[in-house]
Nanobody
Framework: QLPLVESGGGLVQPGGSLRLSCTAS????????MGWFRQAPGKEREFVAG????????YYADSVKGRFTISRDNAKNTVFLQMNSLKPEDTAVYYC??????????????????WGQGTQVTVSS
């Protein structure tokens, strides 16, 4: 098990920004592939962004490309999701997830072993 603790969600107006954090304990994130997912009411959990365990490459869903950025601070063992130009359709519960098996971030939620508790992001005026 790899405990993941998220923070940073909240209410923001359209066009605004938020930064989500996901801190792990017990294992360095540099040895794990990380992903961010989100789930809106009545919808399936969907892939948002991911990072190879090497940190060399990042991947994004088309819906967030150019607006969201995934990054990692190895010293803090924390992964971030910077979200800019937020839209009402970005409203969802956001989850970070860890995959100890693959070296690349899968877009399938079932491929991830550990999940954060989720943090609510609401984009509304």
């Amino acid at each position: 098990q790899l405990p993941l603790v998220e923070s940073g969600g909240g209410l923001v107006q359209p066009g605004g920004s938020l930064r989500l954090s996901c801190t792990a304990s017990g294992r360095p994130l540099s040895s794990i592939t990380m992903g961010w997912f989100r789930q809106a009411p009545g919808k399936e959990r969907e892939f948002v962004a991911g990072m190879r365990r090497s940190g060399a490459s990042t991947y994004y869903a088309d819906s967030v490309k150019g607006r969201f950025t995934i990054s990692r601070d190895n010293a803090k063992n924390t992964v971030f999701l910077q979200m800019n130009s937020l839209k009402p359709e970005d409203t969802a519960v956001y989850y970070c997830a860890a995959d100890a098996t693959r070296s690349y971030p899968s877009e399938r939620a079932d491929d991830y072993d550990n999940w954060g508790q989720g943090t609510q992001v609401t984009v509304s005026s």
